[in-house]
């Protein structure tokens, strides 16, 4: 188990800054995640009682969107493309690879917590996959041994 | 004199490396004392020639790519910006035949301007559809709209001009714009260019909408997978507001229309239009039956315009130029252009805009260039992962709405994804289950169990067990599910699954034309 390392009051800022806007709800899972890493459970009261919902609600909510973490990720995320157009370029070559590469599978995190791995369907740059996001940047016409220089990159700047 | 050069910021040229490649210009200029500008423009959208260099000539733009970053000082030991010959030199851009061929009307700043810069657009005919329409009564932009023969691009292809008349139609304190930009189908990216290389084109859509049905606060619904889009967006929502483009009082006419832009959460089925309303409601993103009408109750419940990121941003161009104009564009009722998405296995993969007609293998061959691997293309997905898998006996079929519906296709979106003779059909069909199975919202029953049942039936399938009978399971399957779903996510996931089955039966084993009794 983690420890909870996360600032509270950050969240509960978030949720005094956002919760008058209309349809607040998703606005202050995004901000809580791009602040913490992650939405921790135990923030989730704090979020119902923001916007005046139950916390079933909420969590449900959280659950529902692929996009939102309940969990904190490796220090690295990951993500592959898994769509047709990625996949009329190879990406499930990609894909073997790079879960041999990290030694984890897919929705898995590395023993070590650098990287966690993950499928994404379309990233949008279907003309030119394999395509890639490694934590905010893209990568396109990602090969093996595109993708050995990049992971190798980030091992070197831990 | 300086010299300006344009290095793209569109994500894919990004994506590509086109930020180290724009580093090392300025890096190798200041070294050389060569006095440059450098402009990051939007994408051409030729992405095998990405990261594209242009530099801007008295004959007009002049082309180089891809050039990585270790390329560079090569290019200014070549005298790139004199002319200088070098083996990735593409002459003047305009003549590249790619562009050159295309009927280039909706995206016709895209790659050329600086997205964000409001003074570009306005110096490429920004905002002229605006300054038009503000003279207007709104039923005469609505009207027009109408008149242009423009219909919905996210793919259900209903025409614009009606929804925007039942809206306008609608008595309500309250009624907003809402942009659908949760472009989640796989092949397309054509919305994306939009908000990363010409986003005020979308807003000043969206801001004439709002003038024609009375809206005054609009919502832009984007992917959480494009951070790129919604940066730039947001960019140019702040610099439209500084400019009296947008906000209480537009272009000194009293009026209103505020604009923001809501981050989606990485869930497909958002890209239905309730889906997304429910979600930008900060509720899961579960389909609402119809009707109400969203147009009469809508967005919290208020009549709303609902509409892609095509769509609104077609109505620039047909309010400047008129809807005759576009109109002229285009073959039977399917009027205008559509810029369509080359994808997948193509040597040459991008953004195509041109008039409605053009046929798959137009675009497969004279443009794509076929197959990257040298392979013959077997098949195309055209419309997303809800699209059907086209044989090569249906690449003359022209794009046409109504064209495609009589072969059990469907335009959608306007992208298309080619497979090489290496695709295993069998394969994409149970693949096309799995997708709803993960992305289904699981309010109906025949989209939430039957993708489910769907992928079982297609593991017994591909494992041999029982062929003939499963492959009538599957059928019967699929017609409910086309029948009996509640949204496009249910009844269309069976599009891809069926064509894959009846166009390419021979992946599906020994008797695979079994019908339903």
Redesign the interface.
């Known amino acids: 188990m983690s420890t909870q390392t996360f600032d509270m009051a950050a969240i509960e800022s978030i949720i005094a800054k956002r919760k008058s806007m209309?349809?607040?709800?998703?606005?202050i899972?995004?901000d809580i995640q791009n602040t913490v890493g992650y939405i921790p459970p135990s923030a989730v009261p704090a979020i119902a009682e923001g916007?005046n919902i139950s916390r079933a609600?909420v969590h449900?909510?959280i659950t529902?969107?692929?996009?939102?973490r309940q969990h904190p990720a490796g220090k690295h995320v990951v993500q592959i493309?898994r769509?047709?157009?990625?996949?009329?370029?190879g990406c499930e070559e990609l894909a073997s690879h790079a879960k041999e590469l990290l030694g984890c599978d897919f929705h898995g995190t590395t023993d070590d917590n650098n990287f966690s791995l993950e499928t994404?369907?379309?990233?949008?740059?279907?003309?030119?996959?394999p395509?890639i996001q490694i934590d905010?940047d893209?990568?396109?016409?990602v090969s093996k041994e595109k993708f050995n220089r990049l992971i190798q990159a980030k091992r070197g700047v831990q | 004199m300086t010299v300006t050069i344009f290095v793209p910021r569109d994500s894919t040229a990004l994506a590509l490396g086109a930020n180290e490649t724009a580093a090392a210009i300025a890096k190798e200029a200041k070294a050389r004392g060569i006095d440059i500008k450098l402009v990051r423009n939007g994408s051409r959208g030729m992405f095998w020639l990405e990261p594209m260099v242009e530099v801007a000539t008295d004959a007009g733009r002049i082309a180089f790519g891809p050039i990585e970053e270790h390329e560079v000082a090569g290019l200014f030991d070549a005298d790139f910006l004199n002319g200088g010959k070098h083996d990735k030199a593409l002459g003047l851009t305009e003549e590249i035949p790619y562009l050159k061929k295309q009927e280039r009307l909706q995206f016709v700043r895209v790659g050329i301007t600086d997205p964000v810069s409001l003074e570009d657009y306005l110096a490429h005919e920004g905002y002229v559809g605006l300054k038009k329409a503000i003279t207007m009564e709104p039923a005469a932009i609505v009207q027009e709209v109408t008149d242009s023969g423009l219909r919905g691009r996210g793919g259900a292809a209903f025409p614009t001009g009606i929804k925007w008349k039942t809206v306008l139609g609608a008595k309500a304190a309250q009624k907003y714009i809402a942009c659908n930009a949760d472009e989640g189908d796989s092949g397309t990216f054509s919305d994306r260019m939009v908000m990363e290389d010409d986003p005020f084109m979308l807003i000043e859509g969206m801001t004439i909408a709002g003038l024609a049905v009375g809206a005054t606060e609009g919502y832009i619904y984007v992917r959480s997978e494009y951070p790129h889009s919604i940066a730039n967006l947001n960019e140019a929502i702040d610099a439209a507001n500084a400019a009296g483009y947008l906000g209480a009082n537009i272009l000194g006419s009293g009026r209103t229309f505020n604009l923001q832009v809501r981050k989606a959460a990485g869930a497909y089925v958002c890209g239905e239009e309730t889906a997304m309303l429910e979600s930008i409601e900060g509720k899961r993103g579960m389909v609402r039956a119809k009707p109400p009408l969203p147009a009469l109750e809508g967005l919290f419940g208020k009549p709303t315009v609902i509409n892609n990121v095509i769509s609104l941003s077609a109505v620039p161009l047909i309010m400047s130029r008129g809807a005759e104009f576009y109109k002229n564009y285009g073959m039977g009722r399917s009027r205008g252009t559509l810029p369509m998405q080359l994808a997948g296995n193509l040597k040459y993969g991008g953004l195509v805009e041109k008039a409605f007609g053009v046929t798959l293998r137009e675009l497969l061959y004279d443009f794509g260039g076929g197959s990257e691997s040298g392979r013959p293309i077997r098949a195309v997905q055209v419309g997303g992962p809800l699209g059907a898998y086209m044989p090569e006996s249906l690449f003359d079929t022209p794009f046409d709405y109504e064209a495609f519906a009589a072969v059990d296709s469907t335009v959608g979106h306007g992208g298309l994804v080619a497979f090489d003779d290496t695709v295993d059909m069998a394969k994409q069909a149970r693949y096309a289950m799995h997708f709803c199975v993960a992305e289904s919202c699981g309010k109906c029953t025949p989209c939430r169990i039957g993708s489910t049942r769907g992928v079982e039936v297609m593991d017994k399938i591909i494992a041999n067990q029982n062929r003939p009978q499963q492959i009538r399971l599957l059928r019967d399957l699929c017609d409910v599910m086309v029948t009996g779903s509640l949204c496009a996510m249910g009844n269309m996931t069976p599009f891809p699954v069926l064509s894959a089955l009846n166009h390419f039966p021979e992946d599906f084993g020994d008797q695979p034309m079994a019908t339903a009794a």
């Open positions: 209309p349809g607040a709800l998703l606005p899972l995004h916007v609600e449900g909510v529902y969107y692929h996009f939102f493309c769509a047709e157009a990625c996949q009329a370029r994404v369907y379309c990233l949008g740059q279907c003309a030119s996959g395509a905010d893209l990568y396109a016409r």
